[in-house]
Structure formats: C-alpha cells, structure tokens
C-alpha cells in the first residue's frame, strides 16, 4: 500500500538554526499539508499546500515557515530561524482530492529537537 | 468547524467491542464525520467517515444518530494493537485541513 515517508525521523539543532523537513507524499496526490504536534498536546494544523501555493495556513504558519514543492515528489517544510518552542513533531499528508470525504495519509513524522 | 466532545479516555477488554461515543450537537447539514486515530509514536491514520447513514469497512462501524447530533464508533473486536487516541472530527466543504481535538485515548486490558 502507497504511504507517506518523512525524514529524517528525528533531526537535533540549535536554535537560531534552520531547518528543512522533508516529506515524499503519496504519488498521484495533489494536495499536501503539514501538521504539528507538540509533546503531549493535540495536532495542529500548519498550512496546506495544492497546485504549487499555499491554499491555506494558521496563525502558527508565520514568517519563519516555508513551503516547497521542488520537483514532482518531495514537498519541504523550512523552519528559518529556529526556536524553542518549535520543538515538536512534525507530520506531512497528503490526499488525492481535497474537500470533505478526502483521506488525508499521513507520514510517520519528524521529531524535531531545538537546543 | 462544528465542535465535538469525547470522554478523555474509555478501557476495554481484548477481543470484546468497543463503542467510542462522540457529540456533536451543533452539526450542520453539510457536515462529515470522520474518524482518525493515533497509534503511539506514529502519525494519525484514517479509520472511517460518514454523513447521514452508518457505514462499515474494514476497520470499523460507525453508527450516526438520526439527528446526527452524536456517532459512535464500534470495535467489533478490540486488539492490543487498537490501543490509540481515538479522534472524531466534523469536515465541511469550505477546509480541506483536519482540526483535532484532544479525542479518547482507548485503553486494551489483554
């Protein structure tokens, strides 16, 4: 069964650093997104990504995050300028049509460490 | 998106059904049910939606009240391995992005 990868699985920096996560989504998806989870509290939605735009993105989506979709399988999450609070997991997904009956697949996350 | 309550965390024991109850009584009409849910250290994962009519699949049964104001979702026989945070979720037609909440996190006694 096709499936969402990520990596790394768990990336060290120190703050003030960037960093870039990485995600192959499912194949012939055309909508991606990126999620967030810190320890012990709920996901939260980032930003959400179709026809090489952001569609959408919340209050947590600010300057210091980029989106990418750089060639026809990675999309990218860069983090500019690190901080603590951006220690968290992070979860890519993607899904084929959008919309209200769609099946967002998501990846096994990133754990990202900010020292 | 339309909110919904779930007990914070239910027990049940291995190979016996469980009903993961969810309201939400401000529904509207154009609004799905959806069934995520988060196994330990891995990503949330799919489990089933509906809009007016139960439906199955191989994972589950989702059972919608006639006035859609709560769903319940059955187990039909509980493994170890279904011992996750269990989320229910409303989804219109204006969001293509997921809004979780806390959900109930299902404990399986063996």
């Known amino acids: 069964e096709p499936e969402v990868t990520q990596t790394p699985s768990h990336q060290v920096t120190q703050m003030g650093q960037e960093v870039i996560l990485r995600c192959v989504p499912i194949?012939?998806?055309?909508?991606f997104y990126w999620y967030r989870q810190i320890l012990g509290q709920k996901v939260e939605f980032l930003v959400s990504?179709?026809?090489?735009?952001?569609?959408?993105k919340s209050e947590i989506f600010d300057d210091q995050f980029s989106v990418e979709r750089p060639d026809g399988s990675n999309f990218t999450l860069k983090i500019r300028s690190t901080k603590l609070e951006d220690s968290a997991m992070y979860f890519c997904?993607?899904?084929?049509?959008?919309?209200?009956?769609?099946?967002?697949?998501f990846g096994p996350g990133t754990r990202l460490t900010v020292l | 998106d339309a909110k919904t309550t779930q007990p914070n965390s239910m027990e049940s024991n291995e190979e016996e059904p469980v009903h993961l109850p969810c309201n939400h009584s401000?529904?509207?009409?154009?609004?799905?049910i959806h069934w995520y849910r988060q196994l330990p250290s891995q990503g949330p994962e799919y489990v089933i939606h509906?809009?007016?009519s139960n439906v199955n699949n191989r994972m589950a049964s989702l059972a919608i009240a006639e006035d859609r104001k709560s769903s319940t979702l059955i187990l039909h026989r509980a493994t170890l391995r279904d011992a996750a945070v269990y989320y229910c979720?409303?989804?219109?037609?204006?969001?293509?992005?997921?809004?979780f909440g806390k959900g109930t996190r299902l404990h399986i006694l063996p």
């Open positions: 990504f179709y026809n090489n735009e952001i569609s959408e």
């Open positions: 194949s012939n998806h055309l909508y």
């Open positions: 997904a993607s899904s084929q049509t959008g919309g209200p009956t769609d099946t967002q697949y």
């Open positions: 509906g809009l007016t």
């Open positions: 401000t529904i509207s009409g154009t609004d799905y």
């Open positions: 979720i409303l989804r219109d037609g204006v969001d293509d992005k997921i809004i």
